[in-house]
């Protein structure tokens, strides 16, 4: 059985493709070309228990949000909460990046329980319960890797980050450079202190084949990850992350020849005018491949603001080419995220999202507003109220101070709208 890249090059329309191109309104045709040639990808699983979400050319832009337990805050329950607000606010997938407590409970109740596509981090699973089990880091073998891999796609997640651009390679060439912060991806530090530690090569880079084998056998997407991405201004457009990068390229067209989708990861902190730079060197080393950013976030010094600043970042990657936002929240770089740090993230990512798809997709994502701008112009509260990104907040804030003019209570009588109409 081939996967659902073999059958679009063998000109399929598969109800995957069918289904994602209904929703997204484009030609069935041109979906199925697209996911042929790589520059579009749906997350899914042989189980078939996810429903389909396309990420790439000529698609709207999608969310995804991070959930997980951590050592110090362990509630599965809570963790479950968060994925379906997540979904909730339109959340396009889940990624599970739990490191506290059962690390398998948390996933299968996540998967049971929602029915979109679900991304895990398989590595953080080998090395945490090496570790818990008594093993120090240079005692983790490759099979501990591979059978954690293993094990979450046996469980049906839909997509997996693997961090296979953290080669030998990269990490002696992190050891010269001065950067502030040498590496800030959970996942690529867990590879690199294996590699440091035992002076060899990265498992899942040496055995890219076998990984590509197991990622036929379930047709699940890649996700590359930036495990060598800037983790703040200074380190940003550095050798590292610009050679891993390279590598992640080569690794693209191999995942492309086995077929299987893969997607990009980057870019992490980064100034603002190197953003779009940044998106189409990607776009165009990886010939096309959906670029996933996590942020990027243009400046240090947003905390507990960190959502606002990476829908600055996330927008302009965005417009520039990026397919795919992760969302940031409040709690970025203080703690675990709380609900209403989720609800926080997932709003500002998808107000981030569709600012782009203005710029991507033109008048067919624009409509929106242009129905929002006559409703405005009518002073129909009902159908502003029912356009904005979270119609509960847009109507808590609207009831709170209301005007007997029929306008806002900012300008009441003195409202534009109400004063125009008399001499027009």
Same mark, same amino acid.
């Given at each position: 059985?081939?996967?659902?890249? %073999?059958?679009?090059?063998?000109?399929?329309?598969?109800?995957?493709?069918?289904?994602?191109?209904?929703?997204?309104?484009?030609?069935?045709? *041109?979906?199925?070309?697209?996911?042929?040639?790589?520059?579009?990808?749906?997350?899914?699983?042989?189980?078939?228990?996810?429903?389909?979400?396309?990420?790439?050319?000529?698609?709207?832009?999608?969310? +995804?949000? +991070?959930?997980?337990?951590?050592?110090?805050?362990?509630?599965?329950?809570?963790?479950?909460? *968060?994925?379906?607000?997540?979904?909730?606010?339109?959340?396009?997938?889940?990624?599970?990046?739990?490191?506290?407590? %059962?690390?398998?409970?948390?996933?299968?109740?996540?998967?049971?329980?929602?029915?979109?596509?679900?991304?895990?981090?398989?590595?953080?699973?080998?090395?945490?319960?090496?570790?818990?089990?008594?093993?120090?880091?240079?005692?983790?073998?490759? %099979?501990?890797? /591979? +059978?954690?891999?293993?094990?979450?796609?046996?469980?049906?997640?839909?997509?997996?980050?693997?961090?296979?651009?953290?080669?030998? !390679?990269?990490?002696?060439?992190?050891?010269?450079?001065?950067?502030?912060?040498?590496?800030?991806?959970?996942?690529?530090?867990?590879?690199?202190?294996?590699?440091?530690?035992?002076?060899? !090569?990265?498992?899942?880079?040496? +055995? /890219?084949?076998?990984?590509?084998?197991?990622?036929?056998?379930?047709?699940?997407?890649?996700?590359?990850?930036?495990?060598?991405?800037?983790?703040?201004?200074?380190?940003? /457009?550095?050798?590292?992350?610009?050679?891993?990068?390279?590598?992640?390229?080569?690794?693209?067209?191999?995942?492309?020849?086995?077929?299987?989708?893969?997607?990009?990861?980057?870019?992490?902190?980064?100034?603002?005018?190197?953003?779009?730079?940044?998106?189409?060197?990607?776009?165009?080393?990886?010939?096309?491949?959906?670029?996933?950013?996590?942020?990027?976030?243009?400046?240090?010094?947003?905390?507990?603001?960190?959502?606002?600043?990476?829908?600055?970042?996330?927008?302009?990657?965005?417009?520039?080419?990026?397919? /795919?936002?992760?969302?940031?929240?409040?709690?970025?770089?203080?703690?675990?995220?709380?609900?209403?740090?989720?609800?926080?993230?997932?709003?500002?990512?998808?107000?981030?999202?569709?600012?782009? %798809?203005?710029?991507?997709?033109?008048?067919?994502?624009?409509?929106?507003?242009?129905?929002?701008?006559?409703?405005?112009?009518?002073?129909?509260?009902?159908?502003?109220?029912?356009?904005?990104?979270?119609?509960?907040?847009?109507?808590?804030?609207?009831?709170?101070?209301?005007?007997?003019?029929?306008?806002?209570?900012?300008?009441?009588?003195?409202?534009?709208?109400?004063?125009?109409?008399?001499?027009?």
């Amino acid at each position: 059985m081939g996967t659902l890249m %073999d059958a679009a090059r063998r000109g399929v329309i598969t109800e995957e493709i069918r289904l994602v191109a209904e929703a997204e309104g484009v030609s069935a045709e *041109k979906l199925r070309d697209r996911v042929a040639r790589g520059v579009v990808v749906v997350p899914r699983n042989v189980s078939g228990r996810a429903k389909p979400v396309g990420i790439g050319e000529g698609l709207r832009v999608k969310v +995804n949000t +991070n959930v997980g337990t951590s050592q110090d805050l362990c509630d599965p329950e809570l963790e479950v909460r *968060k994925a379906k607000l997540a979904v909730r606010l339109g959340s396009d997938t889940v990624m599970d990046l739990s490191t506290g407590g %059962d690390l398998n409970e948390v996933r299968i109740r996540i998967r049971r329980e929602l029915d979109a596509p679900l991304g895990t981090v398989p590595i953080y699973q080998a090395f945490i319960e090496a570790l818990r089990n008594g093993k120090t880091i240079p005692d983790i073998t490759e %099979d501990d890797m /591979f +059978n954690s891999i293993t094990r979450h796609l046996k469980d049906g997640v839909d997509f997996i980050t693997v961090h296979c651009g953290v080669t030998r !390679e990269a990490v002696k060439l992190l050891a010269k450079t001065d950067r502030v912060m040498p590496i800030v991806s959970r996942g690529g530090c867990f590879h690199a202190a294996w590699i440091m530690s035992r002076d060899e !090569e990265n498992p899942l880079y040496k +055995n /890219f084949q076998y990984l590509l084998e197991l990622a036929r056998e379930y047709d699940v997407c890649l996700s590359l990850g930036d495990g060598l991405r800037p983790g703040c201004i200074a380190d940003s /457009f550095d050798e590292p992350m610009n050679v891993e990068l390279l590598t992640i390229a080569r690794l693209v067209d191999e995942a492309r020849r086995m077929g299987v989708q893969c997607m990009v990861e980057g870019p992490g902190h980064m100034p603002l005018d190197q953003i779009a730079v940044n998106v189409k060197m990607e776009k165009y080393l990886c010939k096309g491949a959906p670029y996933y950013v996590l942020g990027p976030l243009p400046t240090d010094t947003s905390a507990s603001y960190d959502h606002i600043a990476a829908a600055v970042g996330g927008a302009v990657a965005a417009a520039a080419g990026a397919d /795919f936002l992760c969302v940031v929240t409040p709690a970025e770089h203080l703690s675990l995220p709380r609900l209403e740090d989720i609800e926080e993230g997932v709003i500002a990512a998808k107000i981030a999202g569709h600012i782009a %798809d203005i710029v991507r997709l033109g008048e067919k994502a624009s409509r929106i507003d242009l129905k929002m701008a006559k409703a405005r112009a009518e002073l129909d509260w009902e159908t502003q109220l029912a356009l904005s990104v979270s119609p509960e907040k847009a109507r808590a804030i609207h009831s709170s101070a209301k005007s007997s003019s029929g306008a806002c209570s900012m300008c009441g009588p003195y409202c534009a709208l109400i004063l125009i109409k008399r001499y027009i």
